[in-house]
């Protein structure tokens, strides 16, 4: 018996081994900044400024199924040609407005036939007499709707906080030859048109210039322009992150780049030979909780020159076009992105200096959620009609 329990103790030796993944306790996420839904902390921050929901060409005779900030809706555009945005299902008994059709003054649901205009006004109500004599009682929940920049605008929060839709310097002042041309797939994204992970994870990447792990494959030709020096700081409605890059020549690339308020994306070419100011801004709007798409407007003098701007992981492929392993051995920002879950864990993270820029962008953030949660208007709203246009910094520089 002796010799059997040495045998055993032989092949079941103790270990003293700390830091395996048993008898963790369940990860959590910072919920407070990641859901987007109504009445959440977040939602109810970005439900204080305008959101781009489609190209302006999405709202057609035909309705169109939209999803924003965790709402479902149906977009559409009336005979006159204004565009409307309505939740799906009709005040009378439910049926979806989707299956309506429109008509020169709204949207007639496909059950009883009521009307309603793209304000959600009850014009009609076929089958009530008189066409329904307590119609204007009633109401069709909608969303105002706004077009600018090829872009459909929509504001779905309070109604008394309704601010401006903004107007962008670098949108409004264009060169001789240029035009503004308006996307929705998801440029900066790193794979499809909507990405299935949280908006955030998107967002921070902005003011991170050391994610990923080799350079983007639209910066191949300066492959040997490596980072020197990096430095972060806000303005009134954004978190900078100022990258350096010094060049085979000696010169250094200042590339600065801007996450703004609510959900901006406003980042140079990442080409160094593209000088300047930056051509186009981007806005992530959260379609949910763990889905996001990118819109973006730029100007540019050649139809589809946004679209060629497309991330291509192996340098010359799209990535729809590659396959699962081909996806393993050029990740990108898409990869890295999902890869963290539908909601990154933020209890399971080890921030270290260089996710300065990250830590910063979530205080502006819970700023503005305790702005707000107090009963002020958060950063980046105007209710002024004539407002200064925004202006970013952001954009690429060469320093001698």
């Known amino acids: 018996m002796s010799d059997r329990r040495a045998s055993l103790s032989r092949v079941i030796p103790i270990t003293t081994d700390t830091g395996t993944g048993y008898g963790r306790p369940p990860p959590t996420s910072r919920r407070e900044l990641a859901e987007v839904g109504p009445g959440t902390s977040m939602g109810e921050l970005l439900r204080r400024y305008w959101h781009p929901v489609g190209l302006a060409a999405d709202a057609a005779s035909v309705p169109r199924k939209v999803r924003a900030l965790g709402e479902d809706l149906v977009l559409f555009r009336d005979g006159q040609q204004r565009p409307g945005l309505v939740l799906p299902h009709c005040i009378h008994r439910g049926a979806s407005l989707f299956y309506g059709t429109t008509e020169e003054r709204g949207i007639r649901c496909c059950d009883h036939g009521w009307l309603f205009d793209v304000h959600g006004h009850c014009l009609e109500q076929p089958w009530e007499p008189g066409g329904g004599r307590a119609r204007d009682k009633l109401r069709q929940p909608w969303y105002p709707v706004q077009e600018l920049y090829g872009l459909l605008w929509a504001y779905m929060g309070p109604p008394e906080k309704k601010p401006v839709l903004p107007r962008y310097e ?118 949910d909780d763990t889905h996001f798409r990118i819109y973006t407007v730029g100007r540019v003098r050649a139809p589809g020159e946004l679209d060629a701007l497309r991330a291509r992981p192996d340098g010359r492929r799209r990535w729809e076009d590659l396959s699962e392993v081909e996806h393993q051995r050029h990740p990108g920002d898409y990869e890295a992105m999902v890869s963290r879950g539908a909601i990154a864990h933020h209890s399971e993270e080890h921030l270290v200096s260089s996710d300065r820029g990250v830590v910063m962008l979530r205080r502006m953030l819970q700023r503005q959620l305790d702005i707000v949660q107090q009963g002020g208007d958060p950063a980046g709203v105007s209710f002024d009609p004539d407002a200064p246009l925004v202006r970013f910094s952001a954009g690429n520089w060469l320093d001698s």
Do not use: M, Y
């Open 170 to 287: 670098c949108l409004e002042v264009l060169d001789e030859g240029e035009f503004l041309e308006a996307d929705d797939s998801s440029l900066g994204g790193g794979g499809p048109a909507v990405v299935d992970c949280n908006w955030l994870q998107h967002f921070e990447t902005l003011v991170d210039p050391f994610h990923g792990t080799a350079p983007h494959p639209a910066q191949a030709g300066a492959a040997a322009a490596a980072v020197s020096d990096v430095s972060w700081d806000t303005t009134e409605i954004s978190v900078r992150a100022v990258a350096l890059h010094r060049l085979p020549d000696g010169r250094k690339w200042r590339r600065i780049s801007e996450a703004g308020l609510p959900t901006l994306r406003v980042v140079p070419d990442p080409r160094p030979g593209r000088l300047g100011p930056v051509e186009s801004v981007g806005w992530a709007l959260p379609i």
